[in-house]
């Protein structure tokens, strides 16, 4: 294949093969990895909030009136109250927000290029969290930070794909290292963010994530020389190269591609109940006091990102040294087994719930235990499943596919929204058991999945 066939995505990856300057990596996935740990700083602070802002402040009498356009905004919804309108609008907004990177991806591939796409995004998401700190602008907030996430998701993670040759090896590692990143800037958001949110007021911690964004927008400049070389700054007789047109085979991993989406989405969605469902029952059930002192409820959010970051290094490390034995599973036995963790991890809050004595706080050996073994079990799923789309794309649409992996977080948003709504109408112990099933539904079509396409999934 020559490089004008490969549509810009050769160019300078000769030069980053020899190049190990960051962890034994190209620098550029360190400007890359520390751009997107700031992003997520920011994103994660802003969610950690959401929905407990929300439900204990915003949509109150004397606040939500305060809300530009809320009337004709609150008609989608029907006639829900309280929790469920919260869990509804932070569903839909975190359904927006993993939609849209399909859309920015056909931008950065067909009309600006993956750097202007993602500068865009940054811009208009540090708008977003800075309108979020005035009650009046809540919704032109949520809507700045579902464009801005369009632009900048699936064209930062496709950059990372292209720093390597499809036979460098390096490239899992990029992706657990990304990963790692995503987890250090969750780590610190409830930490700093949530903290200030909840204890002094919300409006601060909106503001710091703010910041944050302002951040990742000063690292990922300072590192345009290091990034891959994209069509859009190449000319061949003042036109932009044109990638090489699909193949039946091109068309068909994209097929596979999509036919992944729905199952993904499934299984995603008891892990995505964390930023919902689960908030509002740590909030009123948990026994947070440690000396005194009542902890915040975002900081379940940071307990999450430690666990799941040690598990990301753990079972990248375990299969580095599973395959000096054995031959290492590939990326649907990963993702199946981390499917069958999820099943676990649900149980364990199926468990806190049935040994809740009345009139008791929740203790947190079971939903420290939970955290544990979902974090195990997602640490299979999530960079393995990125990766297993990366290497599945077409070149020609490298951002659109990994934008199209997001779809599976849009889907699984979604249901999160309507399926936060039955926390307060339905037993809670039940609530989780039915989350068990979900992931226990989509384990056992990955299965399927596997079986029928283990001869496809191989040839690529």
């Known amino acids: 294949m020559t490089i004008t066939e490969t549509s810009g995505l050769a160019t300078g990856i000769d030069e980053n093969k020899h190049d190990k300057s960051f962890l034994g990596h190209p620098k550029g996935l360190g400007f890359l990895a520390f751009t997107e740990a700031w992003e997520r700083f920011s994103y994660y602070g802003m969610q950690s909030l959401l929905v407990l802002y929300m439900a204990k402040h915003l949509l109150l009498p004397g606040h939500i009136e305060n809300i530009a356009f809320f009337s004709s905004f609150r008609k989608l919804f029907g006639n829900l109250e309280g929790a469920a309108l919260s869990s509804a609008i932070f569903g839909t907004y975190a359904a927006m927000v993993y939609f849209t990177p399909t859309l920015g991806g056909l931008i950065a591939d067909k009309l600006l290029g993956k750097r202007k796409t993602v500068l865009a995004g940054a811009l208009f998401m540090a708008l977003g969290h800075f309108l979020m700190a005035f009650e009046v602008s809540f919704l032109i907030a949520l809507l700045s930070l579902v ?21 460098d090896l390096r490239r899992a590692d ?21 903290t200030l949110g909840e204890k002094i007021g919300w409006h601060w911690g909106f503001g710091a994530a703010g ?20 069509e859009f700054d190449k000319t061949v007789k003042s036109e932009r190269v044109k990638p090489a047109p699909m193949t039946k085979d091109d068309w068909l991993m994209f097929a596979i591609i999509v036919l992944l989406v729905p199952v993904m989405a499934i299984g995603l969605l008891p892990n995505q109940e964390i930023f ?9 059930d948990f026994g947070l006091e440690f000396m005194g002192q009542t902890l915040p409820t975002t900081w379940l959010i940071t307990l999450d990102a430690i666990v799941s970051v040690s598990f990301l290094a753990i079972v990248a490390l375990f299969f580095r040294w599973y395959a000096t034995k054995w031959q290492e599973p590939d990326e649907l036995t990963k993702i199946i087994i981390g499917m069958i963790f999820g099943i ?11 040994t809740k004595a009345e009139g008791e706080k929740i203790g947190l050996f079971w939903p420290v235990a ?11 799923v999530l960079p393995v499943a990125l990766a297993l789309f990366v290497r599945l794309a077409p070149k020609q649409l490298s951002s659109t596919v990994t934008g199209i992996y997001t779809l599976s977080f849009f889907v699984a948003n979604g249901l999160v ?3 936060g709504g039955f926390f307060e ?17 989509s384990a056992a079509v990955f299965i399927v999945l596997k079986i029928a396409l283990r001869k496809k999934l191989a040839v690529v």
Request: net charge positive; with cysteine.
């Open 425 to 441: 109408k339905m037993p809670v112990a039940d609530f989780w058991l039915m989350h068990a099933g979900f992931a226990a539904f």
């Open 211 to 230: 910041v944050g964004m302002l951040i990742a927008i000063a690292i990922y400049l300072a590192g345009q020389k290091y990034l891959p070389t994209e």
């Open 276 to 284: 919902n469902a689960y908030l509002l029952w740590g909030d009123r």
């Open 417 to 419: 929204g309507y399926i």
């Open 147 to 167: 464009i801005g996430s369009g632009l900048f998701k699936g064209n930062l993670a496709s950059q990372i794909g292209s720093l390597y040759k499809p036979s």
């Open 370 to 380: 939970f955290h544990f073994v979902n974090s195990i079990g997602f640490a299979m």
């Open 344 to 354: 676990g991890g649900m149980l364990c809050l199926y468990m806190a719930a049935i």
């Open 174 to 194: 990029a992706f657990q290292i990304y990963y790692l990143a995503i987890n250090a800037g969750v780590i610190a958001a409830p930490l700093i963010a949530g």
